[in-house]
């Protein structure tokens, strides 16, 4: 029996945005120097992904960390992430989330978000008694894009630097979130240009 024929992987991506050296698009990377802060959570399989959007994300923001997970069955601990100094809140779409547009914060802002597949995202917001205290919020509305850079199971399914956008820019204004966005276009635009037909 023959073996499957793998997807195409990208060869040689370039390190920072993932996509094919010729389709570089690190030159159009913001620097933004916010008062709110990231936290990325990503899987160690995302490490690997040049689709993933999460890590693009980091390198726009000044103020944001990344931690892995998934690397091995030790749990990892995420309570250094926590400090009085912000109201931090796990970005996930739990029933009891509020919409991250209602927030009204009297501190900066610190937002957790889970990089990963969606079962992947589900463990960081439930597996994490650390994370317990901390209030849900979620993106409202329906992600009604025509082309994606993954497959969406999910009406509201977006990409993390779409989500990150989003967050963003409902505590830090809409020039934040129209930069990142912009960000994620030209990513997604490099991404199809690169797919025969899918453009």
Same mark, same amino acid.
């Given at each position: #029996?023959? *073996? ?24 159009? /990377?913001?620097?933004?120097?916010? @008062? ?9 399989? !995302?490490?690997?992904?040049?689709? +993933? ?12 960390? #990344? ?22 809140? =796990?970005?996930?779409? &739990? $029933?009891?989330? #509020?919409? =991250? !547009?209602?927030?009204?914060?009297? @501190? ?14 589900? @463990?960081? +917001?439930?597996?994490? $008694? ?6 849900? =919020? @979620? /993106? ?10 993954? *497959?969406?199971? #999910?009406?509201?399914?977006? &990409?993390?630097? !779409?989500? /990150? ?5 409902? =505590? ?14 030209? *990513? ?10 899918? &453009?």
């Amino acid at each position: #029996m023959s *073996k499957p024929i793998r997807k195409r992987k990208t060869v040689d991506p370039c390190p920072t945005c993932g996509l094919h050296r010729g389709r570089c698009i690190c030159a159009q /990377i913001p620097r933004l120097s916010l @008062k709110t802060r990231v936290s990325l959570i990503i899987h160690a399989k !995302e490490m690997k992904r040049t689709t +993933n959007t999460g890590r693009l994300a980091l390198h726009a923001l000044e103020n944001s960390t #990344m931690v892995i997970r998934g690397q091995d069955r030790e749990r990892v601990d995420l309570s250094h992430l926590l400090s009085a100094e912000f109201e931090t809140y =796990v970005l996930y779409p &739990s $029933p009891d989330a #509020m919409d =991250v !547009e209602d927030l009204k914060p009297v @501190k900066p802002v610190h937002f957790i978000i889970a990089d990963g597949n969606w079962r992947q995202a589900g @463990k960081v +917001n439930q597996r994490h $008694p650390e994370l317990a205290h901390l209030p849900r =919020v @979620k /993106i409202g509305g329906r992600n009604l894009a025509k082309h994606h850079l993954r *497959k969406e199971h #999910m009406a509201e399914g977006l &990409s993390t630097l !779409e989500a /990150i956008a989003l967050a963003l820019g409902s =505590v830090e204004g809409a020039a934040v979130r129209e930069s990142l966005m912009a960000l994620y276009q030209a *990513k997604l635009k490099a991404t199809l240009d690169g797919r025969p037909g899918k &453009s």
